[in-house]
């Protein structure tokens, strides 16, 4: 259990790291598509962080995966959007 929850830590704390990265991409670039990466990353990243704030965590939960389908629906809008969206 204690490396699990080692693990999870990792891996929220790596979602948050990259959403700033992309985050900075954006301020740098202003391209929709690393809006859209830094918010899904951050949400994913929170996430997990409140995964581990729970007493008993568990990534099966129907929540956790909610959250995650909106984190994609993200970067499928921003992605779309930069394909199909207004031209500049």
Known sequence: MRVEVFLLGVVSTSSITAGV???????RTHDSLFL??????????????????TEHPNE???WTYL???FAFLIILSGILYKN????R
């Open 60 to 62: 099966a939960s129907p």
């Open 67 to 69: 959250v995650r389908v």
């Open 84 to 87: 199909y969206g207004t031209s």
């Open 21 to 27: 990265f992309f985050l900075k991409f954006w301020k």
């Open 36 to 53: 859209c990466f830094a918010f899904a990353f951050l949400i994913e990243g929170l996430n997990r962080a409140g995964t581990l704030l």
